[in-house]
């Protein structure tokens, strides 16, 4: 289990961080949702296919299906299909920067659910670091089509953090998925599908042009279904399934480091001063609010053990 659970904390922190660039590469010469849909649904058929090659527990439940319709929907549709719609406007390493947030969204989330917990003051501070961080990022020309960020992109990165929080905390809350690859094959399938809806529903086949669509975003892609969603999307829903929430979502931490360094490196993407400022500040308030949600909760778990 120590084993399983390391590997998987590192596919989410270093796979992840990587998946940034891809998407920026991949929607390139693709349509962005299209693209999405298309990763997380032949991805989820790999697994489900390997599921039943297994042919150890049977295929998904009836309830692993409601589970990874909902949790797709939140996860892939809402989180992921905002970040590859607002990376055509907004560079992969900022995009990593605006998604570190889902911790803040997760503590105000869990104070505001029925019998939620007040945070305790360093959550506080730990928040309002985060937003003075934000702030720095966007700036004040960026909500006017002037800055380096796009207002309207950090906007759609801001919804599709809160998206993929609520699919997070619904995921570990839901009853556990009949196996591990049965849960993860249904999110995936299911969220890849309402992905090709909704870019079914906004015209993008008739812009779907794949004579023309460069290399680097086609192999952009397949990296996408294979290490993104194969690799690091099946390590997170088993970090749900086996940590808190709070633990998982530290990727916050190392995956907008990984995305700046392949942004600048390998993209050219601009990293100024106050971005390096900026980063510092959420990824430190970030760190804040995990350290202090840890902390309040283990005497609880200690308690609940005895």
């Known amino acids: 289990m120590r084993a399983r659970l390391i590997a998987a904390f590192a596919a989410v922190y270093v796979v992840w961080g990587s998946t940034y660039l891809a998407i920026r590469f991949a929607v390139e010469t693709l349509p962005p949702l299209l693209m999405a849909g298309a990763r997380f649904a032949v991805a989820g058929v790999i697994l489900l296919l390997w599921s039943r090659l297994r042919n150890r527990d049977g295929g998904p439940t009836r309830l692993d299906w409601r589970t990874g319709f ?60 985060g937003l003075v961080g934000l702030a720095m990022l966007v700036g004040p020309d960026g909500f006017h089509g002037h800055g380096d960020v796009s207002g309207l992109g950090a906007v759609v990165l801001m919804l599709a953090s809160l998206s993929w929080a609520v699919g997070s905390l619904f995921t570990q809350r839901s009853p556990r998925a009949s196996t591990g690859v049965n849960g993860a094959a249904t999110q995936m399938l299911c969220g890849g599908l309402c992905l090709v809806a909704a870019a079914v529903a906004a015209g993008e086949p008739a812009h779907l042009d794949l004579a023309h669509a460069s290399s680097r975003s086609v192999l952009a892609f397949l990296y996408l279904v294979t290490f993104g969603s194969l690799v690091g999307f099946t390590a997170y829903v088993y970090l749900l399934a086996h940590t808190t929430a709070a633990k998982a979502a530290t990727y916050a931490y190392v995956n907008p480091v990984i995305a700046v360094v392949l942004g600048w490196s390998l993209a050219n993407e601009p990293v100024s001063a106050r971005t390096l ?20 909760t283990a005497p609880e778990q200690e308690r609940a053990a005895a």
């Open 70 to 129: 909902v949790s797709g929907g939140l996860l892939l549709l809402g989180g992921n299909g905002g970040v590859v719609w607002a990376e055509q406007r907004v560079p992969s390493g900022i995009a990593a920067l605006l998604v570190a947030v889902v911790p803040l969204w997760m503590v105000l989330l869990d104070w505001l659910r029925p019998g939620g917990r007040r945070p305790p003051v360093p959550v506080f501070a730990g928040l309002g670091l």
């Open 277 to 296: 400022i900026a980063a510092a500040v959420i990824l430190g308030g970030v760190a804040i609010i995990t350290v202090a949600r840890e902390t309040v």
